[in-house]
């Protein structure tokens, strides 16, 4: 490429990355803050148990109409308690499954045990991790230099006539290769993901990693990522994610006002159960009666 490309719409990149940051690793202004993540992780393991409990605690005494209508459908006549325990029962009903397939494949991501099982129940062995002491990767090519990778960008742009987008990993100034992603669609469909190694001389390919070289396990991981978005079916899948998340809220906000107005109703009946049981209102002895006679 003879010419560098300008980045555009730098602030709401920048914000959409912040807002990644923040809610993978609770980071704020590039700085990860791991006990403030291993919290939230351990949310995301309570919010399963929430959400399936609640399935429990929903499920109608009896599969009637009269027994399943409060819980599946709104109703407009209710106020205060009676509403938010609708509206707790009707988003819960609705969206307990999106929930349940988001926490679950946020705990997957999160979770090193989670991640494992999954392997295992794929039928796959898990990959070894990159020790942590990993030599640090040296600086990227600098802007000057970019005329040199031409050659293999030019390349990878023949390697696929579908390709829809095309991304390269800068390298260094000693690094032999390149590497790339291809990808078929918009990016929401790992399946559509092609990963590529070309030589940083001449372009000659290295290595081509389509989707379907990658092992049982490392498939099913990459799903979870993109079902835990909704990505992974299309804009009904998204919308879906949408509303799971504004229901999520819903239930937060339902539960806590059911929570509190319960609490405020104990400390009510606590009261009054006091005021009929204090001194001027217990029924005197028969002893306290004759002295006061």
């Not at 606590?270 to 002895?285: F, V």
Request: hydrophobic letters at 45%; glycine letters at 8%.
């Amino acid at each position: 490429m003879d010419a560098l490309l300008a980045m555009g719409a730098e602030r709401l990149r920048g914000f959409f990355s912040g807002v990644r940051d923040l809610h993978r690793w609770v980071a704020l202004n590039g700085v990860r803050h791991e006990q403030l993540r291993n919290i939230k992780n351990a949310c995301v393991v309570g919010f399963v148990f929430m959400i399936l409990s609640g399935l429990v605690i929903w499920f109608p005494r009896k599969l009637t109409w009269q027994y399943l209508r409060p819980a599946v459908f709104f109703r407009r006549d209710l106020r205060g308690r009676a509403r938010e325990w609708n509206w707790h029962n009707v988003f819960g009903f609705w969206m307990a499954g999106p929930l349940a397939v988001i926490a679950l494949s946020g705990t997957i991501m999160a979770y090193p045990w989670a991640k494992a099982l999954l392997y295992r129940v794929a039928g796959d062995h898990l990959p070894t991790e990159r020790a942590e002491t990993e030599p640090k990767r040296a600086k990227p090519l600098h802007a000057d230099r970019f005329a040199s990778l031409d050659l293999a960008i030019r390349a990878a742009m023949t390697q696929d006539a579908r390709w829809q987008s095309l991304e390269m990993r800068l390298p260094s100034d000693k690094d032999p290769n390149i590497a790339f992603r291809l990808e078929e669609g918009d990016g929401s469909d790992p399946r559509q993901r092609v990963q590529l190694v070309l030589a940083r001389t001449d372009g000659h390919v290295v290595r081509v990693e389509p989707f379907s070289n990658n092992s049982p396990g490392r498939r099913w991981r990459l799903y979870a990522r993109f079902v835990h978005t909704g990505e992974m079916f299309g804009t009904a899948g998204r919308i879906v994610a949408l509303l799971a998340c504004i229901s999520a809220l819903t239930l937060v906000w339902t539960g806590f006002s059911l929570a509190l107005r319960r609490f405020a109703s104990w400390r009510k009946r606590k009261a009054s159960h006091e005021r009929a049981g204090g001194p001027h209102n217990r029924p005197k002895s028969p002893a306290q009666e004759a002295a006061r006679v």
